[in-house]
């Protein structure tokens, strides 16, 4: 049987994410250790006996929950596990959700987009540059996806203030909006 829990074991969860994610969009361990032990970061993952075949990094704030990062293992894409994962998360997360992705520029990135929308996930207006998680990394544009609505200037302002001042506190932030 698969399940979804929070997990505490963050260096299996990074060599889990190191397989999923270019370096560039993935902090080094020790900074992703430090965020873990304040609390507010928390890991949730999809096992089969004890077989992490999914992650999702999450940030809990006063009144949303930011998705940093999702992966499923390649041995495991195309079957569900994805879907049953972010429809889990719906479940226990209590306040809106939000993540990241990239602007739309082919066709992986347009199946990411609408894998979230097929779950509920809003595509926003708000483009903005994300600064480099390591040394040497270049910025990247994103975009915000919500869930269950879609975000209005003043949540914008808002999220884009707490990652700004929680997630992304080693770089420069800069906001494009478009």
Known sequence: MIMIKEI?????????LQKAFDPSELREYDWMKEIYDQKKF????????????????LWEFDDFNYIEHF????????????????????????????LEVEKIVDTITQKRVHFYEKHGFQLSSYLFVQPPLRDNAKDVLLIYMSYPTLLDNNMYDRIFTELKNKVYTRSEYESVRR
């Open 8 to 16: 505490h074991d963050i260096k299996e969860t990074y060599l889990f």
């Open 42 to 57: 928390k890991i949730y993952a999809s096992l089969k006996d004890e077989q992490l075949l999914g992650v999702i990094t």
């Open 71 to 98: 992966a499923v293992d390649e041995n495991y894409r195309g079957q569900g596990l994805g879907s049953m994962i972010i429809e889990d998360m719906k479940l226990l997360s209590d306040k809106p959700l939000v």
